[in-house]
């Protein structure tokens, strides 16, 4: 078995239980197959200019000194985000020719690659020196492919994974019960950070919207509330609205419990590189209503899921209201449970075993 070094800006702490947890939830199903994992991660999301400059130097120094220390044992390191996470895999490389994948989840080449043109150049190079490019959605490979130069053939399709083992359907009545939720009431759930570029202005307007002809609906936000400001302004915008609730973020086990007493799941994201979140709901039994951006029509092609404009409050409405109508349970929907098996943990491990397999330091590739 090959020895992975794991290098992620996010990873979850116990005071940030959800930072970076798709992260986390990948590795540890890695080292339940009996590969020898080692994380140098970033716990902790930091905050100001000279914090998060302070926290970079430091985890990069650590990434490498572990590396010089250990480099006859690995194999091949893993970067999670291209920049700044692919930037030590490329200094390791160099370094020690070890051989490196990247996994890209959208916000590295949608937002931090267009910063400035140095960070757009050292993307280009870090993806170009990878042995692997993993994309998490069909859209990122296309701007890998075509904006980057990466040679398809190089370029692996793979999300980070529903383990259904966690994310299945349970007794909507008892998971209810279980998490104090009205059994007679229609629930919609947000799950994610409340920020700006999630929609979340866009999805209290639809609700409240939608409350005009229905008297049966409630709202539950459950995420992080760390941007105070604008969660502030969210709160006091629906002050007044008994139908809209906000919970802080919930674990994993919690979460599957809130997606199975969901009737709805929706992501009004204005950017989303895959989408896991609507994944996750599927494989609890929830319908998913969401924007029609990043990986999200791919995954929900076919009817799975009902696509709507982002930044659109009314065709957000529209499409909650078409999805309250619609009668089909997701378990009758054969294609959802194919797309299911399809990103299932299991499945991905075994790809990204295969992976590491073949191209760490030593394979016969």
Same mark, same amino acid.
């Not at 209290?204 to 502030?232: C, M, N, P």
């Given at each position: 078995?090959?020895?992975?070094?794991?290098?992620?800006?996010?990873?979850?702490?116990?005071?940030?239980?959800?930072?970076?947890? @798709?992260?986390?939830?990948?590795?540890?199903?890695?080292?339940?197959?009996?590969?020898?994992?080692?994380?140098?991660?970033?716990?902790?999301?930091?905050?100001?200019?000279?914090?998060?400059?302070?926290?970079?130097?430091?985890?990069?120094?650590?990434?490498?000194?572990?590396?010089?220390?250990?480099?006859?044992?690995?194999?091949?390191?893993? /970067?999670?985000?291209?920049?700044?996470?692919?930037?030590?895999?490329?200094?390791?490389?160099?370094?020690?020719?070890?051989?490196?994948?990247?996994?890209?989840?959208?916000?590295?080449?949608?937002?931090?690659?267009?910063?400035?043109?140095?960070?757009?150049?050292?993307?280009?190079?870090?993806?170009?020196?990878?042995?692997?490019?993993?994309?998490?959605?069909?859209?990122?490979?296309?701007?890998?492919?075509?904006?980057?130069?990466?040679?398809?053939?190089?370029?692996?399709?793979?999300?980070?994974?529903?383990?259904?083992?966690?994310?299945?359907?349970?007794?909507?009545?008892?998971?209810?019960?279980?998490?104090?939720?009205?059994?007679?009431?229609?629930?919609?759930? @947000?799950?994610?950070?409340?920020?700006?570029?999630?929609?979340?202005?866009?999805?209290?307007?639809?609700?409240?919207?939608?409350?005009?002809?229905?008297?049966?609906?409630?709202?539950?936000?459950?995420?992080?509330?760390?941007?105070?400001? @604008?969660?502030?302004?969210?709160?006091?915008?629906? /002050?007044?609205?008994?139908?809209?609730?906000?919970?802080?973020?919930?674990?994993?086990?919690?979460?599957?419990?809130?997606?199975?007493?969901?009737?709805?799941?929706?992501?009004?994201?204005?950017?989303?590189? @895959?989408?896991?979140?609507?994944?996750?709901?599927?494989?609890?039994?929830?319908?998913?209503?969401?924007?029609?951006?990043?990986?999200?029509?791919?995954?929900?092609?076919?009817?799975?899921?009902?696509?709507?404009?982002?930044?659109?409050?009314?065709?957000?409405?529209?499409?909650?209201?078409?999805?309250?109508?619609?009668?089909?349970?997701?378990?009758?929907?054969?294609?959802?449970?194919?797309?299911?098996?399809?990103?299932?943990?299991?499945?991905?491990?075994?790809?990204?075993?295969?992976?590491?397999?073949?191209?760490?330091?030593?394979?016969?590739?």
């Amino acid at each position: 078995m090959p020895k992975v070094v794991v290098f992620s800006n996010m990873y979850p702490s116990t005071e940030h239980p959800t930072y970076g947890i @798709f992260v986390k939830n990948q590795v540890e199903q890695v080292k339940n197959e009996g590969v020898d994992v080692k994380v140098i991660a970033i716990h902790d999301p930091g905050k100001g200019k000279i914090g998060k400059i302070t926290k970079y130097l430091s985890w990069g120094i650590q990434s490498l000194l572990y590396v010089l220390q250990h480099k006859k044992k690995i194999s091949i390191t893993h /970067a999670h985000y291209a920049f700044p996470t692919g930037l030590v895999s490329l200094l390791v490389k160099k370094l020690w020719k070890i051989p490196y994948v990247v996994t890209v989840h959208g916000g590295d080449l949608d937002k931090m690659a267009k910063k400035s043109p140095r960070i757009t150049q050292l993307t280009k190079r870090i993806l170009q020196e990878s042995s692997v490019v993993i994309t998490v959605g069909e859209k990122l490979r296309n701007d890998v492919i075509h904006d980057y130069g990466i040679a398809p053939g190089k370029v692996e399709v793979m999300s980070m994974g529903v383990d259904t083992g966690i994310f299945k359907p349970m007794g909507q009545e008892e998971v209810r019960l279980l998490l104090d939720v009205p059994l007679n009431e229609r629930v919609l759930l @947000f799950v994610g950070n409340v920020i700006e570029a999630k929609g979340v202005i866009e999805l209290t307007d639809a609700f409240e919207q939608l409350q005009e002809t229905h008297d049966d609906l409630l709202l539950y936000i459950v995420g992080s509330q760390k941007d105070q400001r @604008f969660a502030a302004e969210v709160k006091g915008k629906v /002050a007044n609205n008994t139908g809209i609730r906000f919970k802080e973020p919930v674990s994993q086990t919690e979460l599957a419990k809130w997606m199975s007493a969901a009737d709805i799941l929706v992501l009004p994201s204005y950017h989303e590189g @895959f989408g896991l979140v609507a994944l996750e709901a599927l494989a609890s039994g929830a319908k998913v209503v969401a924007t029609n951006v990043g990986g999200l029509p791919y995954l929900l092609k076919d009817d799975v899921g009902t696509l709507v404009e982002p930044r659109n409050a009314q065709a957000l409405a529209d499409g909650l209201e078409e999805a309250l109508a619609n009668e089909v349970t997701r378990e009758q929907h054969e294609v959802t449970q194919q797309v299911i098996q399809q990103h299932s943990s299991i499945v991905i491990v075994k790809r990204l075993n295969d992976i590491y397999e073949q191209n760490g330091k030593g394979s016969s590739k």
